[in-house]
């Protein structure tokens, strides 16, 4: 009876003496939690079948040597049967520490850090700078919210390719430049320039969400604090600096938290914007691995699974530093 | 109507202060901050509407080779782009899909994730943090890794070019997310309700349905609306799985306008408008929503 509603049950434990066993306590907990068990079986079941299961076989294909020649397919009514064969940690070897290693993974790995790094950086400021303009009070700020709302609520795989237009070679933005007389990169052939353009692309799709969330964090920040800062003789960036920021805490760590895991796996910018097989020094880990397993032939599965599994283990690695340190600075917001 | 409303009672106490004092209070601002806040904002509109906006006007130009000279579309503006895309491409066989695959996404994604929501909103059992770490653990789920695998397992099932390998790839990153958003939702319904249901006789389930949900209808729509957006705009997984372009979603139709040889810019623009146009209505009618819903579930976990 008790089950559902929380907080007192979950805490009594401590009036049971003896332990009893390891069957019995199951059967005890079954008992008592059955109502939350029976709750969360449905994602329980979905989460094992569509995430548990693709990921168990998919760190067994990293540990072999399939590719789309040696799996099993079906040709017409022919069915082949799967011919790979087990090769241990020979793939990771590889990648990591192989002779290729560094083209193919560590300036892929170095170039979507600092995109990740980059990107957010944009997002947080930009979306932090326009959510201090809006949260003035000031005649048609609802109109400004809405207008610049606009980038999030457009479809990326649709804007990308608006972006695409205007970057190609004669597109608007060299044509703009150009009639100011300023240098036109081609900026979808030189990697530099695609680099740029891809952070340049991100960067206007991912502010408005922080620009929301932020502007969301400013409603929510006493007003009192702001007028007992200015009693104190408080400057105003002294107030930015001492009641904003603070203020903004919680909601801060959680949108960068989100948008460094977001950015790390954006994957439709840097394939729509440069198209298939070009580009291969503006590509970052994710859109790099999907094209070692589909964009190539032969497609090189093994590969491409194990790239999955280091970019999981990197942000797996990321998450609970960033946790930790939350943590020890008290900010803990998740 | 809701852009203009705000405005009137922003501005309406201005003239009846102005004229009783004239200094400025400290923190108010000058003319000159006035006009650079509205100059920052104006600019930022314009980069935030001109992708969209210059969408929108190649599309109106016949040629595929238009936006080189952009100058010559505003003397010959027609609709015969929409005309095509409208009579002579798959347009509609991609619209079907899409809803197909989206719908399909959102009705299982929110159906699974609900009780769930509610049961780690109000219950602690022996599991809870790890069932919670692997929700929020799911969002971090790059794309590479369960891609090649998917597509081995959907491979051996003959489900490849199917609608269901697309809905099930969705909801696997659907539901956990829609169970985190649900949480945040389930956490602002006050205890006392669960409660008096219990009193009345009500079994944990009977509370959830008949109390708990009816209340939970905002946050339903929510999850619903956000998961529908993201199953829309799934490029990857559509762009692998899909093979007969009468299956495509509109994700994957956009770039076929678009291929090594030829770009046919021109219909392109003129599916992306007939795509982003009610795309960008809905969102603009649950915006405000949105963002409360997305961070609820992070910042009062």
New interface residues.
């Given amino acids: 009876?008790t089950?559902?509603?929380?907080?007192a049950?979950?805490k009594r434990r401590g009036d049971r003496a003896p332990r009893p066993g390891l069957g019995q306590r199951v059967r005890n907990?079954l008992q008592k939690?059955w109502?939350?068990?029976?709750?969360?079986a449905?994602?329980?079941v979905?989460?094992g079948v569509?995430?548990g299961?693709?990921?168990a076989?998919?760190f067994y294909?990293t540990l072999t040597d399939?590719n789309s020649l040696n799996?099993?397919?079906?040709i017409g009514v022919n069915h082949i049967d799967a011919t790979y064969k087990f090769v241990g940690l020979d793939n990771y070897q590889d990648i990591l520490f192989g002779p290729t290693a560094y083209d193919r993974f560590w300036s892929h790995f170095l170039w979507t850090v600092f995109w990740t790094a980059a990107c957010v950086a944009l997002h947080y400021c930009l979306g932090l700078?326009?959510a201090l303009?809006?949260h003035?009070?000031?005649?048609?700020?609802?109109?400004?919210r809405?207008?610049?709302?606009?980038?999030?609520?457009?479809?990326?795989?649709?804007?990308v390719?608006?972006?695409?237009?205007?970057l190609?070679d004669?597109?608007?933005l060299n044509?703009l430049l150009g009639s100011l007389h300023l240098p036109q990169p081609e900026w979808l052939e030189d990697t530099f320039w695609q680099r740029f353009a891809a952070i340049m692309v991100n960067t206007?799709c991912g502010v408005?969400?922080m620009m929301?969330?932020l502007l969301?964090g400013l409603q929510s920040i006493d007003s009192t604090l702001?007028e007992a800062a200015?009693m104190d003789g408080a400057s105003?960036w002294q107030r930015f600096r001492h009641v904003t920021l603070p203020g903004l805490r919680?909601?801060s760590s959680?949108?960068v938290l989100?948008g460094v895991?977001w950015t790390?796996?954006q994957?439709?910018i840097i394939?729509?914007l440069f198209?298939?097989?070009s580009a291969p020094d503006a590509q970052i880990?994710?859109t790099w691995?999907?094209q070692l397993?589909?964009g190539q032939q032969p497609r090189d599965?093994a590969q491409?699974?194990a790239?999955?599994?280091l970019?999981?283990s990197i942000?797996?690695v990321f998450?609970s530093f960033y946790f930790r340190w939350l943590k020890r600075n008290d900010q803990l917001?998740? | 109507m809701s852009t203009t409303t705000p405005d009137t009672t922003e501005t309406a106490p201005v003239p009846a202060a102005a004229p009783v004092r004239r200094t400025r209070r400290r923190g108010e601002r000058g003319p000159l901050g006035t006009a650079l806040l509205h100059g920052g904002l104006v600019l930022a509109s314009l980069i935030a509407l001109a992708p969209v906006a210059w969408l929108c006007y190649l599309s109106l130009g016949p040629d595929k080779d238009d936006y080189l000279h952009p100058g010559g579309i505003a003397g010959k503006l027609t609709f015969s782009n929409y005309d095509f895309v409208l009579r002579h491409t798959g347009f509609f066989d991609w619209f079907r899909s899409t809803m197909i695959v989206a719908l399909g996404t959102t009705v299982i994604g929110v159906l699974v994730a609900a009780t769930t929501g509610y049961a780690v909103s109000r219950m602690r059992f022996p599991g809870y943090k790890q069932l919670m770490w692997v929700l929020l653990l799911t969002q971090a789920f790059p794309i590479a890794i369960l891609i090649v695998p998917m597509y081995e397992i959907f491979s051996e099932l003959g489900l490849i070019d199917t609608y269901w390998a697309l809905i099930a790839v969705n909801c696997s990153t659907a539901v956990p997310y829609s169970a985190w958003l649900l949480k945040g939702y389930f956490d602002t319904i006050p205890f006392e309700i669960d409660e008096a249901g219990r009193v009345d006789g009500l079994t944990p389930f009977g509370t959830f349905f008949r109390l708990i949900l009816p209340l939970a209808r905002p946050g339903l729509a929510v999850a619903a609306f956000y998961t529908f957006i993201t199953a829309v705009g799934e490029v990857a997984f559509a762009t692998t799985f899909l093979l007969d372009d009468s299956k495509y979603t509109f994700a994957v139709g956009l770039q076929t306008f678009v291929s090594e040889h030829d770009a046919q810019w021109n219909y392109m623009a003129a599916t992306a408008v007939l795509i982003a146009i009610p795309v960008t209505v809905f969102f603009y009618l649950v915006q405000r929503n949105l963002v409360t819903g997305l961070t609820a579930g992070g910042t009062k976990g």
Avoid at chain 1, 136 to 144: N, W
């Fill in positions: 009876m089950v559902a509603i929380d907080r049950t979950g907990g939690y109502y939350a068990y029976a709750m969360i449905p994602v329980v979905v989460l569509l995430v299961y693709p990921l076989r998919g294909l399939a799996s099993a397919r079906t700078g326009l303009m809006l003035q009070k000031l005649r048609g700020r609802t109109v400004y809405l207008l610049l709302v606009l980038p999030w609520a457009v479809p990326t795989f649709v804007t390719f608006s972006w695409r237009i205007m190609a004669s597109g608007a044509q206007w408005p969400f929301l969330s969301g702001y200015e105003a919680a909601v959680t949108v989100l895991i790390f796996n994957f439709v394939f729509l198209g298939k097989n880990l994710v691995a999907y397993g589909f599965f491409s699974a790239y999955g599994v970019l999981l942000l797996t998450t917001a998740v």
